[in-house]
């Protein structure tokens, strides 16, 4: 199991199977299974060859599966990714008191490992640069402003920066934010790119991504669904690709100078984070997090 922060609610094999069991007996013979995964906000469950139970681990990532409930038949068809399709919603109980849901599994592997190996096969590229420009092209105009998504990220690279070097972990200790501090200072010196408010999934990281051989073909947890600055979804430019992916990616986006500064600081605050908070927990989103530090700081 992994381990809890605090605020977390505990999830066991025999709390989850008896979810699903009351919940939906027309599953009660299908096999339940733990899987390990760089996810940090779910405890994740294969239930038969088909379907993915999603339980979350707190109150944060409940808020964020509701978004997901409601987001995605809004996105399904419009991104060239697949996107989760959501076979149950589940009711809280006295033993467990969040929504969790029961997804169809998209076949394939999350990319994490690959990208750690070096692996990248550079359509990779080309398939995230028009999965970014779909989620641009949604009109949000369609959508009443009440009802869009929102999120901790998104917004000014400013309000990222802030307290980053005031961050403390009971586990991990303060946290040293010295190797990406001036990626961030002259990201925020370069100015402000465009400030017209798109839809971002704003976690383009390789845990959330499908493939199946060399292609990418699904795309994961939407909890981190919002609008805001269109530089913040460039981070995979740093978090999966390597450089000859980055500069295809960045061509076919037609990305300015001020853009890309703040889609490589995000990438970096991120990173440094995930490195940092992870690292002395033995979560599997460390290495990835330092990666992509290491990639910012190779540009």
């Known amino acids: 199991m992994p381990t809890l922060f605090d605020g977390e609610t505990p999830v066991t094999d025999d709390l989850v199977r008896s979810l699903v069991d009351n919940q939906c007996p027309q599953w009660r013979a299908l096999p339940l299974r733990p899987m390990t995964t760089s996810g940090t906000e779910h405890t994740t469950y294969r239930l038969g060859e088909e379907l993915l139970v999603r339980v979350p681990r707190d109150a944060d990532a409940e808020t964020g599966l509701r978004k997901e409930v409601d987001w995605l038949p809004r996105l399904r068809g419009r991104l060239p990714l697949e996107v989760p399709v959501v076979e149950h919603v589940g009711t809280p109980t006295e033993d467990y008191p969040h929504t969790w849901t029961v997804n169809h599994w998209i076949d394939g592997e999350d990319v994490a490992a690959r990208v750690l190996s070096g692996d990248v096969p550079a359509g990779w590229a080309d398939t995230l640069a028009a999965t970014v420009s779909a989620l641009r ?113 960045r061509a076919l986006l037609e990305v300015d100078d001020v853009s890309w500064a703040w889609g490589r600081a995000c990438a970096a605050i991120q990173g440094r984070i995930a490195h940092w908070i992870y690292e002395p927990r033995g979560h599997a989103l460390a290495p990835l997090g330092a990666r992509a530090v290491t990639e910012v700081l190779s540009d």
């Open 137 to 249: 092209e949604i009109d949000l105009d369609d959508v009443p402003q009440e009802l869009w998504p929102r999120g901790s990220r998104g917004g000014h690279l400013r309000e990222r920066a802030v307290g980053l070097d005031q961050r403390a972990d009971a586990v991990a200790g303060p946290l040293d934010a010295t190797p990406v501090r001036g990626v961030v200072d002259d990201a925020l010196a370069a100015g402000t790119p465009d400030p017209t408010r798109v839809l971002l999934h704003a976690d383009l990281i390789p845990g959330n991504l499908v493939a199946r051989g060399d292609e990418l073909v699904g795309l994961l947890d939407f909890g981190t669904l919002t609008t805001g600055y269109a530089a913040t979804d460039l981070t995979p430019a740093w978090w999966v690709l390597d450089r000859p992916g980055r500069e295809r990616f």
